[in-house]
């Protein structure tokens, strides 16, 4: 089992910026995935970034390559998601979410089916 601790969210202007912090139950961050996902009203969750938890590789979505950057801090086990620049279209619930790591397969899941363990989500608005 895997916990997921989402903080971070609020409200900002467009072009500010906001760091999302997900905190991973101990024991278990060198060992999944981890993945961001945001959902605005009436759309479907969509992935934002994710990757090894505990890895350095990295993966984003168009919409916020180059603005969203991924950190982690493997002492307190969380994963960061730093958002600059951001715009009214960044508006959303955002969650974090996990699923075990499978040997040599690919870190780069996209779908939210594809991970087991997800946080209750932390809102972010951006105002235009």
């Known amino acids: 089992q895997v916990q997921l601790v989402e903080s971070g969210g609020g409200s900002v202007e467009a072009g500010d910026s906001l760091t999302l912090s997900c905190t991973v139950s101990?024991?278990?961050?060198?060992?999944?995935?981890l993945g961001w996902f945001r959902q605005a009203p009436g759309k479907e969750r969509e992935f934002v970034a994710g990757?090894?938890?505990?890895?350095?590789?990295?993966y984003y979505s168009d919409n916020v390559k180059g603005r969203f950057t991924l950190t982690r801090d493997t002492w307190k086990d969380t994963v960061f998601l730093q958002m600059q620049n951001l715009r009214p279209d960044d508006s959303g619930v955002y969650y974090c979410?996990?699923?075990?790591?499978?040997?040599?397969?690919?870190?780069?899941?996209?779908?939210?089916?594809?991970?087991?363990?997800w946080g209750h989500g932390t809102q972010v608005t951006v105002s235009s």
């Open positions: 979410a996990a699923r075990w790591a499978h040997g040599s397969s690919s870190d780069h899941l996209t779908a939210a089916s594809q991970y087991d363990y």
């Open positions: 101990r024991g278990t961050f060198s060992l999944i995935v």
């Open positions: 990757g090894r938890a505990s890895g350095a590789q990295s």
